[in-house]
């Protein structure tokens, strides 16, 4: 278990979002957690720094602007005030949200840099690049695709995303071709920067022994280092990004300046404060990094390789969350398959504690993570409505009745105060450890508890015979009611307030330690006006969340089957050979009642007799196509049409709007294949 001692400072940062998109219900799988981690720390007296902020430079983002007919840094500025917003919207307070193109930025990467190269740690190396002689300029990341050079599957030039999925160096990739226009790419010599990552390699096994957070982040990054680490390019052929120091027209490869925006965000919240950055950064501070699964490569072996050669703390823990899948399915923008935060959740008027809670409660931190509207339903109305609400809402209910809306006499149930001990207890260990799940669970198990006290007494009954008695249970109940909302403050911090100004007590639950929760309440104190914490989700609300999901999910199918229509046009001799077919022979042909332009036909295909409907009535007599031979596509899906099936399609030419069929110029055997 990690150990956090009061007098070190504790740095927690998020894996910054990229400034190229919307945030949706993936992004939240980090940030949450990290949000009740830092409201639970500071529950327990430390002193916490939460930064974090826009990742803002790389390929997509270039590619992205130019496609909308935007400046890279106009399209970052919308995307980092829309994720400020839906930071803010969900509760996530960062100290300081600031953005990878800020100065202080430039300014720590540059120097950083300077520091490695100075120390021998970056090099300059000629490489062969895809260059674009249409385009007149050197292809980087995703402007340029082609075959990987491992498996030889499609590839982009960073990543071979459709085959081994390993990372590509700059020129790497086989066969380029410039993804703006088309063109084969030339191969051209270029000097570009390395990392000396080759040289870490014992001290990234040392290292990694000792680092905390998720275990699944740890054994990932030991399974890489113990294979063959590479030095790596650091270095990219763009005019967006942080300058490569001496060299304009070269920039810092994105995934060296993300990271170090860490140090820089820290910096710019200590100059506002009057404080010293190094105190986090080349002291011995506390740095934990909470990040999605995807990014550990970068995270636990890139980084603290750089901070180590450049002289700074290293990462005392790095918390990788698991993957997050919709309806049990793989999460996919391109598919439809994605919940939007704001659009979907926060503008529908949806609380955003509601969600905090799923996230945190659905599994363990590093597991995936299944979201669907019912299944959210079902916790909203089980857990927080049914067993929270429920509670605080009888206790609270009841005492304003019975009591004048005061705390009653009495004292609280050694038995109580020792569950409420020991759930205090359970939370902070839990918290420390990373274990979102297991401290939301004890704090329903609290919540189960007073339902069960509260039931088992009958208060009701005991204010007819024995007021005081029933004070004592409810003073009981209300102390496990303070107990809940000081516990479940860092997971719903909005909704407990409200329940603390409920139990009428002083301040704020945004600033009351976790101990409190021992504090005994004073007899006589004024409670708030009890009101119903949480809302049902009813059935018909659900059903509208879900339509519209599924409906956008339709959508993204629909353009996918037309953007693959207009991609194929040309077809492949295997794609002809699917199509089975064959001469037939009409045998009977018919009108179909109440259709002017179809005909029902008997069509023998080679020892088998197939049902036809064809739309050819203006163009033939029934008469003259029975025994005519005709050119029948047999493994079509049946179709219906005027209510009788079609089991096969006849090849026709459209003649100025009048079908002629196709016919072979000579007699042949019935079943014969055309191929």
């Known amino acids: 278990m990690q150990v956090f001692s009061l007098s070190s400072p504790i740095l927690v940062t998020c894996g910054l979002p990229y400034a190229n998109g919307p945030c949706h219900l993936g992004h939240l799988r980090t940030y949450v957690p990290a949000d ?101 300029r050197f292809l980087p990341d995703r402007y340029v695709e082609g075959e990987c050079p491992y498996c030889g599957k499609p590839a982009r030039g960073d990543e071979c995303d459709q085959g081994c999925g390993r990372h590509l160096e700059p020129g790497e990739i086989k066969n380029a071709v410039c993804k703006i226009c088309g063109g084969k790419a030339d191969y051209r010599t270029q000097t570009h920067y390395f990392f000396r990552l080759s040289q870490f390699k014992e001290f990234l096994l040392e290292y990694l022994k000792t680092l905390g957070g998720t275990a699944s982040a740890r054994n990932y990054a030991l399974e890489w280092v113990r294979q063959e680490l590479k030095d790596w390019c650091i270095t990219r052929n763009m005019s967006w990004g942080v300058k490569f120091p001496g060299h304009n027209d070269l920039v810092v490869y994105v995934w060296v300046d993300a990271p170090i925006g860490y140090i820089a965000f820290t910096e710019e919240w200590c100059a506002r404060k ?15 990094h909470f ?46 398959n994605v919940i939007w935060v704001k659009d979907d959740y926060l503008d529908r008027g949806l609380h955003p504690d509601l969600l905090r809670y799923y996230l945190a409660s659905y599994t363990s931190h590093n597991k995936e993570v299944n979201f ?16 929270f609400g429920n509670f605080l809402n009888r206790a609270l209910t009841f005492t304003a009745k019975n009591f004048d809306g005061r705390v009653p006499d009495g004292d609280v149930d050694a038995e109580v105060a020792a569950r409420i ?40 009954k005991l204010i007819k015979v024995d007021k005081e008695k029933a004070g004592v249970v409810l003073k009981n109940c209300l102390q496990i009611a303070k107990a809940l909302v000081v516990l479940m403050q860092p997971f719903m911090p909005s909704k407990m307030e409200e329940a ?16 409190e929760a021992l504090v005994i309440l004073r007899s006589g104190q004024p409670l708030g006006k009890p009101e119903i914490l949480f809302q049902r989700m009813e059935e018909a609300a659900v059903k509208d969340l879900d339509s519209i999901f599924k409906e956008r999910i339709r959508e993204a199918e629909s353009k996918e089957r037309v953007k693959s229509v207009e991609k194929k046009g040309m077809i492949s001799f ?39 409907v064809a739309g050819i009535a203006g163009a033939y007599e029934c008469e003259d196509l029975v025994g005519m031979q005709v050119v029948v596509l047999t493994n079509l899906e049946p179709a219906k049409l005027f209510g009788v099936e079609s089991q096969a399609m006849l090849l026709a030419a459209d003649v100025a709007g009048k079908a002629v069929l196709l016919r072979p110029s000579e007699r042949v055997e019935t079943g014969t294949r055309v191929r």
């Open 372 to 387: 669907s509207w019912k299944i959210f339903a079902e916790k909203v109305n089980t857990e927080l409505v049914g067993a």
């Open 574 to 612: 295997d794609e002809f050979q699917a199509l089975d077919l064959r001469v037939g022979e009409i045998k009977e042909a018919g009108r179909i009642k109440g259709s002017d332009k179809l005909l029902k036909l008997d069509v023998d295909i080679g020892g088998e007799t197939r049902q036809v």
């Open 421 to 460: 001990k020991q759930t205090l207890k359970e939370v902070r260990s839990s918290i420390e450890e990373y274990e979102f799940k297991k401290a939301a669970d004890s704090i329903m198990a609290l919540a189960d508890y007073g339902n069960i006290y509260f039931q088992s007494r009958e208060p009701w």
């Open 274 to 288: 009057n404080a010293d950055w190094q105190k986090y950064w080349k002291d011995d501070a506390k740095i934990i």
């Open 500 to 515: 603390w100004r409920q139990l009428g007590l002083d301040g704020r639950a945004d600033d009351i330690a976790f101990d």
């Open 291 to 336: 990040i999605g699964g995807d990014i550990v490569y970068h995270h636990c072996i890139f980084w603290p390789a750089m901070l180590k050669g450049a002289g700074y703390t290293l990462p005392s823990a790095v918390v990788a969350s698991g993957m997050l899948k919709i309806d049990d399915k793989k999460f996919s923008k391109s598919r439809g």
């Open 36 to 136: 009740i981690f830092v409201r639970g720390m500071r529950r327990m007296g430390k002193e916490v720094l939460f930064v974090c902020g826009s990742d803002a430079h790389g390929t997509p983002i270039v590619v992205n602007a130019e496609a909308k007919g935007m400046t890279p840094k106009e399209l970052v500025a919308k995307y980092h005030s829309h994720f400020d917003e839906v930071f803010r919207g969900m509760g996530v307070n960062f100290d300081f949200f600031g953005d990878t193109d800020d100065p202080a930025c430039h300014n720590r990467t540059q120097e950083m840099v300077r520091a490695l190269m100075e120390k021998g740690y970056v090099y300059p190396k000629e490489i062969e690049l895809a260059y674009c002689p249409k385009c007149e």
